[in-house]
């Protein structure tokens, strides 16, 4: 029993030495934790700040107000409810689940605190000589040896306070962070409200314009009807005009006829006193005037002789049978694609629209914007003959079937016909409104066709000199148009989308053709007759049987323009 007390002394002294131990390391390291304040406990009063010490930032409150119109009544009680549950969660005090505490062992307590000081060398001299006491079996320790509560409780404060040191940089953190999102807010809603006044600003501004426009509109209408009534007493006028100046026609017809009645009487009578006349006045010189007479005369008696003897030229009825339809495939030659680039002549100073091979001689012929038209020797492409003759850009030509004479289509709202022995025009063409397009002519030579933008199209007697029938049908532009090899039918092509057949001896349109979505730039016939093609204004080109008047194939070439098409001698 006397040993009992004596061990337990031993090992309350031992336990108060390592404590002394343990207390005095922690006075020399005092100093390096003192900012921490982990080894001792303090009572301190924390009190709020006063808001009179502290000096506020003025901030305007245009920066922070909401404009009028943009409140939104569903969010403003959302942001006022959060605040309360915010200020109520704050208020209350954090209760900690109250938990069983176990004292911690003091060896235990004893190494953790050499370890956490980094006291290697006393961690180890304190386990050697505990584990030699152990060994010798002095244990009566464990039962008594537990540390007092007081230093569990530094230990978990010293826990608790770095973890709230923690939780306030994180604070800190996520306050910059909606610091930096506020001022980005703020910096777009003053954009957008400067954006939005610039758009207020540009909509007064466009209703402003709209009411000037308005009201220069309203001072027009008095100025229209004023030149609507011009116009109708101009239209009057002019009616007036036209019937007097046929009336003075008629008047002038009528004395062109009494003077040639009468000049026909002095005819009759002249041979009887002609002789006699003669003689008598074969000396005497003759006046300006009795010679300007005389020759006046002598032209309207040409004159006269010419209308008369000049008739209306006739349709073939038996026309000669197209010999390109003895052609078979056996005796062709085979199909050439292998095509190169041999030479390019520069001709024309502006854009060329037309080229066309001429039926008999190794040359061609081109059109050009310039208002020339020029025939070209091939393959050394020298310039044999230019065409000077129309006011503006030229569009198309075509040759006569023999060869030896050419027909040009051109913007003046003319078509000339030249002879290319001379070079010079021999017959001009006019009663077109617009701009013609296209040309063509009648296998006799007789008959010149021409299509116009002015929606028609004309069939001219080329004898005559006169336009024999006007085709109406297109409700656009007429963009090409072509005879049917060795016949009396037309081919037209408009930009309203379509192709009409026509008899030119009848002016009828016997058959339109549609299938294509643009505005048909040109068509023709193949060499057989036995097919159409057809290109539009978007590349695509369609072939047609002639015969049953139906579609064969489409080919999309574009997206560009398709501009002409032809089919190569072969007709395949």
Same mark, same amino acid.
């Given at each position: 029993?006397a040993?009992?007390p004596?061990?337990?002394?031993?090992?309350?002294r031992v336990l108060?030495e390592?404590?002394?131990?343990?207390?005095?390391a922690?006075?020399?390291?005092a100093?390096?934790?003192a900012?921490?304040?982990a080894?001792?406990?303090?009572q301190?009063?924390?009190?709020?700040?006063?808001?009179d010490?502290?000096?506020?930032?003025?901030?305007?409150d245009?920066?922070?107000?909401?404009?009028?119109?943009?409140?939104?009544?569903a969010?403003?009680?959302?942001m006022?409810h959060?605040?309360?549950?915010?200020?109520?969660?704050l208020?209350?005090?954090t &209760?900690?689940?109250?938990?069983?505490?176990v004292?911690?062992?003091?060896?235990?307590?004893?190494?953790?605190?050499?370890?956490?000081?980094?006291?290697?060398?006393?961690?180890?001299?304190?386990?050697?000589?505990?584990?030699?006491?152990?060994?010798k079996?002095?244990t009566?320790?464990?039962?008594?040896?537990?540390?007092?509560?007081?230093?569990?409780?530094?230990?978990?404060?010293?826990?608790?306070?770095?973890?709230?040191?923690?939780?306030?940089?994180?604070?800190?953190q996520?306050?910059?962070?909606?610091?930096?999102?506020?001022l980005?807010?703020?910096?777009?809603?003053?954009?957008?409200?400067m954006?939005?006044?610039?758009?207020?600003?540009e909509k007064?501004?466009?209703?402003?314009?709209l009411?000037?426009?308005?009201?220069?509109?309203?001072?027009?209408?008095?100025?229209i009807?004023?030149l609507?009534?011009?116009?109708?007493?101009?239209?009057?006028q002019?009616?007036l005009?036209?019937l007097?100046?046929?009336?003075?026609i008629?008047? &002038?017809?009528?004395?062109?006829?009494?003077?040639?009645?009468?000049?026909?009487?002095?005819?009759?009578?002249?041979?009887?006193?002609?002789?006699?006349?003669?003689?008598?006045?074969?000396n005497?010189?003759?006046g300006?005037?009795?010679?300007?007479l005389?020759e006046?005369r002598?032209?309207?008696k040409?004159k006269?002789?010419?209308?008369?003897?000049?008739?209306d030229s006739?349709?073939?009825?038996?026309i000669?049978?197209?010999?390109n339809?003895n052609?078979?495939?056996?005796?062709?030659p085979?199909?050439k694609?292998?095509?190169?680039?041999?030479n390019v002549f520069?001709?024309?100073?502006l854009?060329?629209?037309?080229?066309?091979m001429?039926?008999?001689k190794?040359?061609?012929?081109?059109?050009g914007?310039?208002r020339?038209?020029?025939?070209?020797?091939?393959?050394?492409?020298?310039v044999?003959?230019?065409g000077i003759?129309?006011?503006?850009?030229?569009?198309?030509c075509?040759?006569?079937?023999?060869?030896?004479k050419l027909?040009?289509?051109?913007?003046?709202?003319? &078509?000339?016909?030249?002879?290319?022995?001379?070079?010079?025009c021999?017959l001009?063409l006019?009663g077109?409104?617009?701009?013609?397009?296209?040309c063509?002519?009648?296998?006799?030579?007789?008959?010149?066709?021409?299509?116009s933008?002015?929606?028609?199209?004309?069939?001219?007697?080329?004898?005559?000199?006169?336009?024999?029938s006007?085709?109406?049908?297109?409700?656009?532009?007429v963009?090409?148009?072509?005879?049917?090899?060795f016949?009396?039918?037309l081919?037209?092509?408009?930009?309203?989308k379509?192709?009409?057949?026509?008899?030119a001896?009848?002016?009828k349109?016997?058959?339109?053709?549609?299938?294509?979505?643009?505005?048909?730039?040109?068509?023709?016939?193949?060499?057989?007759?036995h097919?159409?093609?057809s290109?539009?204004?978007?590349?695509?080109?369609?072939?047609?049987?002639?015969?049953?008047?139906?579609?064969?194939?489409?080919?999309?070439?574009?997206?560009?323009?398709?501009?002409?098409?032809?089919?190569?001698s072969t007709?395949?």
């Amino acid at each position: 029993m006397a040993s009992q007390p004596e061990m337990r002394s031993s090992g309350l002294r031992v336990l108060e030495e390592a404590l002394g131990m343990g207390l005095t390391a922690a006075r020399d390291t005092a100093e390096a934790v003192a900012a921490e304040g982990a080894y001792y406990l303090e009572q301190v009063a924390i009190t709020e700040a006063s808001e009179d010490d502290y000096e506020y930032e003025e901030i305007t409150d245009d920066n922070f107000s909401i404009p009028e119109g943009d409140e939104d009544l569903a969010k403003a009680i959302q942001m006022v409810h959060e605040q309360a549950i915010d200020t109520q969660i704050l208020e209350q005090k954090t &209760v900690l689940p109250s938990r069983h505490a176990v004292p911690e062992v003091i060896e235990d307590f004893l190494c953790n605190f050499l370890i956490k000081m980094g006291m290697t060398r006393t961690l180890d001299c304190f386990q050697s000589e505990w584990y030699e006491l152990i060994q010798k079996g002095v244990t009566e320790l464990r039962v008594v040896g537990t540390v007092p509560d007081v230093y569990t409780q530094i230990m978990f404060l010293e826990a608790e306070n770095k973890n709230l040191k923690k939780d306030l940089k994180h604070y800190k953190q996520a306050t910059d962070k909606a610091r930096e999102d506020l001022l980005k807010t703020q910096k777009e809603r003053d954009f957008h409200r400067m954006h939005h006044k610039r758009i207020v600003q540009e909509k007064n501004k466009l209703i402003n314009d709209l009411k000037g426009l308005k009201l220069h509109y309203a001072s027009y209408e008095p100025t229209i009807r004023v030149l609507h009534e011009k116009h109708h007493s101009l239209l009057k006028q002019k009616m007036l005009t036209t019937l007097e100046r046929d009336r003075a026609i008629g008047k &002038v017809f009528g004395l062109k006829e009494t003077l040639r009645s009468v000049e026909l009487g002095r005819n009759f009578r002249v041979p009887e006193i002609k002789a006699a006349y003669n003689c008598e006045s074969e000396n005497t010189p003759e006046g300006p005037t009795q010679k300007s007479l005389r020759e006046a005369r002598e032209q309207n008696k040409c004159k006269t002789k010419m209308e008369e003897s000049v008739k209306d030229s006739e349709f073939p009825m038996d026309i000669q049978p197209n010999p390109n339809l003895n052609l078979c495939k056996e005796n062709l030659p085979p199909a050439k694609f292998d095509y190169k680039l041999n030479n390019v002549f520069r001709i024309h100073e502006l854009p060329v629209s037309c080229i066309i091979m001429h039926p008999c001689k190794d040359s061609l012929v081109t059109c050009g914007e310039d208002r020339f038209w020029k025939v070209v020797s091939l393959p050394d492409g020298n310039v044999l003959l230019t065409g000077i003759g129309h006011t503006d850009w030229l569009s198309a030509c075509c040759f006569h079937p023999s060869g030896n004479k050419l027909a040009t289509a051109s913007g003046d709202t003319t &078509v000339k016909l030249w002879d290319l022995s001379k070079g010079n025009c021999i017959l001009t063409l006019e009663g077109h409104n617009h701009a013609v397009w296209s040309c063509t002519w009648h296998s006799c030579g007789n008959f010149v066709a021409s299509s116009s933008l002015d929606t028609t199209s004309k069939i001219w007697d080329v004898n005559s000199e006169k336009c024999r029938s006007t085709l109406y049908g297109h409700t656009d532009s007429v963009n090409s148009i072509e005879f049917f090899p060795f016949s009396n039918t037309l081919l037209t092509g408009s930009a309203d989308k379509s192709l009409s057949i026509w008899d030119a001896r009848t002016n009828k349109c016997e058959q339109s053709l549609y299938g294509h979505m643009h505005s048909i730039n040109d068509a023709t016939f193949s060499p057989r007759g036995h097919m159409i093609a057809s290109c539009d204004a978007c590349g695509v080109i369609k072939l047609w049987d002639f015969r049953k008047l139906l579609p064969i194939v489409s080919i999309d070439v574009g997206p560009s323009p398709a501009n002409e098409v032809k089919f190569d001698s072969t007709g395949i």
